[in-house]
Structure formats: C-alpha cells, structure tokens
C-alpha cells in the first residue's frame, strides 16, 4: 500500500499541483508554493474587551477639533449611555450617574478634577496616550469603590524602539508629543501643551460686555524601563492647571479662579507563563481656589483633595486578586466672606480618611457556550470610625455563535468620597468630602443586560444594553452662591440626602470597515432622585437628566490626502428649578424658587465638522492642515439660567455661549 501512495502522489506531483520527494518509504515532504490571503481591513478605533471599550486615540486625527484639540473625554460623551456635555457642563455622566460617581484616571491613578476651559477640554492630550478604556458600570471586582464606569487613559507598557513626536500648532492653543529612546529597554515620552487665546481673541472672549482673560497648560511624562522580557517599569507623572478671570460689566462683578491637576505614579508589571503581577504606588492631588467680588461683597472659596495610595494586583489562569490602599486628605469648601452682607463664616475643618480594599475573582466556563465570572471586593474605610462591606459582582456571558454574544451582570458597590457644589459648569465651585463627617457612605445596586453582533463578516457591530441601578444615601448640594454671601455657611445643612434610581436602553450601530468608518448611537434614560424629610416631595429627574440623546460620529478617508470627520448630537434639554422671584429683606437678597427640577431646557443640538489634508505622508512623516467647525449649523444651544444682582436691578436670564459657531484651524506634524 505504501508504494502506491507514493506513486499516486508522484503523479500528482508531476502535474504540477504538490511538489514532493519521498526519501523512504512511509515518509513524506512537501513545499507549498506560495499562498496569498486577502481580507478586508478592520480600521475601526473603537472595539470592546470583555465589557470595555476601548477607543485607540488614532480616532482623534480626522475627527472636529474644537479650538484646535481633538478631546478624548468629547468623544466617550458620543457612545450610548455617556451623556454628552453641553458647553460649560465638565461632568462625566455614565448612564445616569453623577459626576462624582465615575472614575476618571491616568493609567489606573485618579484625576480628581479633568476639566480644563469650562469643560471644553480634559486635562488629556490625546497625543501622549495610546488608547482610552470605557466601562459603563463596576461589573468586575477590580473596579475601584465608584457607583457609575470608569474612563481611563492609557500610556503602552512598550519601550520605543526610534524616536517619533507629534506636534500640532493652532491659533488658541499649540501642543506637541516627543518619545525617544534612552538606552537599552528605557524610553521616554514628553509632552506639553499651552491655550494663548487671549493673545489673538481678546476682542471676542466677553459674555455680556464682559473681558475673560484664560490660560490653561499640560505636562505629561512617561519613563518605561524593560530590563527583561518578564519585567517592565514605568513611571508616569502630569501638572497642569488653570487660570481664568472674568470681570467689569454691567454688573460690577469680578471672579478669578485658579484651579489645577498634579500626579505622579511608579509601576512595575511581571509575567512569568500564565502569571502577571501588577503593582502601583501612585500620588494625586487637585486644589482650587475662588476669588469673587461684586457690590461690596469679597468672597474667596478654596478647596482640595489629596490621595496616597497603593494598587497591587496578581492574575493567574482564571483567578484574580488584589489590593487597593488609599490615604485621603480633603480640605471642603471653607468660604472667607467680607463685605456689607457677609454672614457668620462656618468653620469647616479638613477631613481624613483611610480606604482598604480587596478583590477576589473566578471565571469558570459552563460547557462550550457559556461562562460565569464571579467576584468580591470586601473593603475597610476608616473615617472617624470603621466601616466594612462586602460587595459581591457576577456575570454570565453566552456565546451564542462567533458572532454573537449574550451578558447578564450585576452586583452591589459602596462609594466613599463625593463631591458636591452649587455649578457644574465647568468652574472649580464644587468640593470633595469624605464620608463619615455627617454622611453615610453612597451605595448602588445594579443590573445589566447586553447583547453585542457582528454582521456583513464583521464590517458592522450592533450593541444594545438595558440596565437599571437603585442608588442609597444620594448627595445634592440644595443652595447657591448666595449661601456663602449673605447667610451662615455649614455644608451640613445645604446638602440634601435621599434615594434614587437610573434606568435605560443604550443602542450602537457601527460600521468598522471601509472608507467610511463610524458610529451611530442612541440612549434612552431616566435619573430619578428623592430627598424625604425636605421641602422637595415625591421623585424628581437628577440635574444632568436627559431622556432621550442621538449621536452620530463618521470618518471618511477620502484619497490618500484627505480625510473628513463628521460628530453630530441631538439630545434633551437638562431640568433646571427655576427661580421665579427676588427679594431684598433687611440687607440680604431671598430668591423664591419653583419646582425643584421642574423646568426643561431647549433640546440640544449640536453639528461639529472637521476636514483634513496630508501636505506629505512618507517614511513615517505626516503633515498638514485641520479646519474645524464647533457647532456649524450655529445652534442657539441655552446653557442654563442665572441670576444677576446688582444695586439697580434682579434679573434671571437664559445664557448661551458667547460664539454660537467656533472655526479653528491647526498645523500638524508627526515623524
């Protein structure tokens, strides 16, 4: 039989189809010639890991450009269930969260405050991170103690093998990245940048007669050492900050406000086979300071808030422990008054507080289809006196097909610090404190049901998602700026405590492959807060509510030089309690309020366009120009309503941004 075999494939081989030898009986060689595989190319920037997403910053080349910068944060805001923020609104709302609930970081570290030009800008220079991570709720264990996601910035443990930079150079501001090689296994990344608005828009930087002068700055630094092949350190620091005034006017009013970012973190990451040890020892620290004056009165308002910490974390096979230690230092609001209506300044001490955690986690697949992850995060905090909880999370995933998934998680969380303050708009007025100090640690139960298809051999993905969340001890900070100004201060008594629940319907269409690239999105969405034993009765929508929201975002490769970016919004207007009359009794000024909550304003709308040309693409060299258009249809988007007091005259006014359309055209270079 042996012979024969190799008979027949010698023929076969002599027909030119598998070239062969047979140097014994039995045994058999072969050459394929050469074998082409070709595909269509997935150049999508979004995908998902495990429940996250992940956006590759390569996204923000061809996408608008606000005043030149192309913002991370901006464009989490357009997937489903990442509430867009109108301008002046810096607050990150996860399907239906608070700010103060979600965790912004820098590879793990927190960022307390990531707003830069009342929340125009993150403190993020895309440039200087390889991709940002996404989660819509704490469904794992190594989530940190928050009850909403977690957006985090990502910088590659990868040592740079040549040098490469990019820089970008625009009328407002100008920014630039460099990494160079330093040795054998070390690289370094730098990277700056500064906003000059007032240097060339002095004339158009006024709200209601009114100069702003602005300036914000940037410093990233990245150190990545690789000794081996199974140990990798890395060191990570930013400063940043902000410095803005507003003044003159009608009037008579003067702010200035000062406020900025400072972090510094040493990782080191072993593997050894199955098994990857991280650890992280990390310093974060944001402080403000508020200098107002208007008729006679002077009020300045400074806070901070300063964590220590520790994260250390072991992955073998299916098992996954860690631990999270956190020092906490926070200085509230403590307002300094002086004037002809200043009250009884209150006495707000600063506040310490010790968080201990750790986490456990299982998966264990169940047969060929499904598999369940299971976990615990058990957590000691220490404020005044001790607390313990245990909060448990799970999750099913069903493989319904290779292009077809099925997920069912939930669990419970417990938060510890918040944040409170009477404007998110984008200003340094609101503060962090720590549970203990009057009030009960917030706690959430959640639930969430996915399902997530490819189509057309992956050139489309569907996601969609229902989730609800019962939320326990919510804070809402219940006064206004008036409070430090012409009463007695104590945050105790401004902050309102009750319940609350979010729930909703989060739906992504997108198309991955192709010159046209992009996503389409649509949330639906209700945050529904009670504060019993108040004057405010029955169930009332939270203050970043908005029911219904639709975004659009599309790049198109048109050529080999140009390229076009498309971000379109159209959401609901967010509730408001309006402010029906003032009065002036025995020196001071008493507002008469309506329904909490119970205005609406205008729907928001919002068309943002961006087009791109390559002067030259070659050897790893790009450069060209970018011409951005903010808000191109000149939408009258109403921000809120404020009220203007002065000796003459109370009024309660709506407030637009100052340039209804914002062109802004920028220089790149990138080697």
Known sequence: MAPLLTLL???????????????????????????????????????????????????????????????????AQALPGVQTGAEFDAGLHIQGSDNTHNLVSLNGVPIYNAAHLLGFFSVFNATHFASMRLAKSPSAPSAANRLGGFVDMTVPDTVALRASGDVSVGPLSSQATVTLPAGRGFSVALSARAAYANLLYSHWLKVDGEAVDYFFHDYNLACTYRPDSRNTFSFDAYYGGDDAGYGGGDYSMATSL??????????????????????????????????LRQAGVSLRLPSSVATIGYKGEARWGRAEVGIDAAWHTLRPQQPDVSGDFAGRDGSVSRQRAAEVSAWFGWRQPLGAAFELAAGLRPTLYAARSVRFAADPTASLAWRVSPAARLSLSGGVRHQYLFKAGFSDVGLPTEFWMASGYGQEPQCALFASLAAEVYLCRRAWRVEAELYYKRLRNQVEYGGNVYDFIYDDYSPGDILLCGDGHNYGFNLLVERRKGRLTGWLGYSYGRARRRYQGTGYAGWYPAAHERPHELNA??????????????????ASGTPYTRVERFYAFGGSVLADYGPHNGERLPPYVRLDLSVSYDFRVRGGRRSGVNLSLYNATA?????????????????????????RVMPSVNYYFSF
């Open 9 to 75: 494939l010698a023929c076969t081989a002599a027909a030119g189809q598998i070239p062969v030898a047979a140097d014994t009986v039995g045994t058999l060689r072969q050459t394929l010639g050469e074998v082409s595989v070709s595909g269509r190319r997935v150049n999508s920037a979004l995908r998902t890991e495990g429940g996250t997403s992940v956006i590759g910053m390569e996204l923000m080349r061809s996408m608008p450009r606000i005043l030149g910068n192309a913002d991370p944060l901006h464009y």
């Open 258 to 291: 000062r406020w900025g970012n400072a972090m510094a973190s040493l990782r080191w990451l072993h593997t050894s086979g199955e098994l990857a040890i991280r650890q992280c020892a990390y310093y974060t620290r944001y402080d403000n300071r508020l200098q």
């Open 553 to 570: 975002v599309a790049t198109l490769k048109a050529g080999r030089r140009w390229s076009v970016g498309a971000a379109l919004v159209v």
């Open 635 to 659: 939408h009258d988007n109403v921000l809120f309503y404020r009220p203007k007091v002065n000796e003459y005259e109370y009024a309660y006014r709506p407030f637009s941004f100052a340039l």
